[in-house]
């Protein structure tokens, strides 16, 4: 069986996930031409020298694993090849970290990431989730298949998106909206 046709296993963070994330995360650096090794990655979470950049994924349980929130990681043959975070803003979710390394991409692995986070919104009586994408990148038509709207501005709840996630939208990202 080759490699694309194995099962995908969706599942949530856990902290035994820590090093399996870090090195999805290297994979993911490694595309946009930043190469670093195994030895970059934080040994445990929270490590103030790990902050500047990667905060959130340094705190994975308090960004993300908390409130309505969640980190999902996907699998295949015990390899992590996507993640997605949802980070409760109090009561909504902003879809962040959405990653599937490209080896795997058109598989319907995204939107497996996706799907799980928008189940658990809905378990968890979260009703909207907004995210940032590049306008016109591959991003865009994937959440409009999804059901994603684009709005002119982050909507009730996420006036303070900003601040939240440490991130702010670069020139050229559009603003999305799910309505579950």
Known sequence: MSESKL?????PYTSAHW??????????????GIHLTDDAIPT???????????????????????????????????EPVGCVG??????????RRMYV?????RQGIGALL???????????GINTVELWTDEGGMGQPFYEQLGFQQV??????????????????KPGEIRMQLKL
């Open 19 to 32: 090093l399996a994330m870090w090195r999805l995360h290297l994979a993911q650096l490694a595309e946009h």
């Open 101 to 105: 390394r490209a080896t795997h991409r």
């Open 86 to 95: 949802g980070q409760d803003l109090g009561g909504v979710i902003e879809l």
């Open 44 to 78: 445990v979470p929270g490590l103030p020298e790990h902050d500047r950049y990667e905060w959130d994924l340094n705190h994975i349980d308090e960004v993300y694993c908390r409130g309505g929130g969640g980190f999902w990681l996907a699998w295949q043959h015990e």
């Open 152 to 169: 002119q501005r982050p909507g009730p709840g996420f006036e303070g998106v900003n601040q939240a996630t440490r991130r702010y939208p």
């Open 114 to 124: 996706v799907q799980a986070l928008i189940v658990h919104c809905r378990t968890q």
């Open 7 to 11: 099962p995908i296993v969706i599942q």
